[in-house]
């Protein structure tokens, strides 16, 4: 989930297991939606998004689900490795404009325990 | 390619001083970006351009410009710190309207 104050949210789980990491979006009328990986010390990486006409997309490892009845979108990384230990932020895209102006949520701390 | 680079990787101000913050993209980019990330806030939006020549305010524009003389390059200038601008900078790009943003990998400020 989002992070409220100072502290990230946090997410602990034994290597191999599977993580599902959540957010809430604030616009039910976003049409884009990207979910970053941001290790210590290192700037926000790309790792797979999702338009509004689809619900579920799935690339190597990863999968976002999107629900926007309720405005929730979620990444599951399956076997999680210690490679995956980020912070794990979504951003959404509102509609219109021509400036593709991002808002982005604040973050979840994953753990991976060896 | 090498993505989106960012310099320098850190620096420390005395307040009233000035910088510049220099981003590079090599992917022949139209949009570029400069945000600020603060501890427990999200990536926030200080100002943007839409294509060489172009800048636009974003949502914390004050006491910060930028300029977007090249299409590859976007810089962004602190005329005079202030201890409130101790954060660390991102720059991004994307293709185009829709698309995702790539992230240069930060420079961290401290100003004192």
């Known amino acids: 989930g989002e992070s409220v104050g100072l502290h990230l949210p946090t997410l602990s789980v034994q290597e191999g297991d599977n993580s599902i990491i959540n957010c809430a979006y604030s616009n039910s009328a976003s049409d884009y939606f990207i979910w970053y990986k941001q290790e210590s010390g290192k700037g926000p990486q790309f790792i797979i998004d999702?338009?509004?006409?689809?619900d579920k997309r799935q690339g190597q490892r990863v999968t976002v689900l999107l629900n926007k009845t309720v405005k929730h979108l979620s990444l599951q990384i399956a076997a999680t490795q210690p490679g995956d230990s980020a912070v794990y932020f979504c951003a959404e895209k509102p509609p219109g404009g021509a400036t593709n102006k991002l808002i982005f949520g604040t973050g979840t701390l994953l753990a991976v325990q060896p | 390619n090498a993505g989106v680079t960012q310099t320098p990787k850190f620096r420390v101000l005395k307040t009233g001083q000035s910088m510049t913050l220099l981003c590079a993209q090599d992917?022949?980019?139209?949009?570029m970006y400069w945000y600020r990330q603060d501890p427990g806030m999200g990536l926030r939006l200080i100002h943007y351009s839409v294509g060489e020549g172009t800048t636009a305010k974003g949502e914390v524009p004050d006491g910060y410009n930028v300029s977007r003389l090249k299409k590859q390059n976007f810089l962004l200038g602190l005329e005079s710190a202030a201890p409130s601008q101790t954060s660390v900078y991102f720059c991004a790009s994307s293709v185009a309207v829709g698309e995702t943003q790539y992230f240069g990998p930060g420079t961290r400020l401290l100003v004192l």
């Open positions: 992917m022949n980019h139209e949009y």
């Open positions: 999702i338009r509004s006409n689809m």
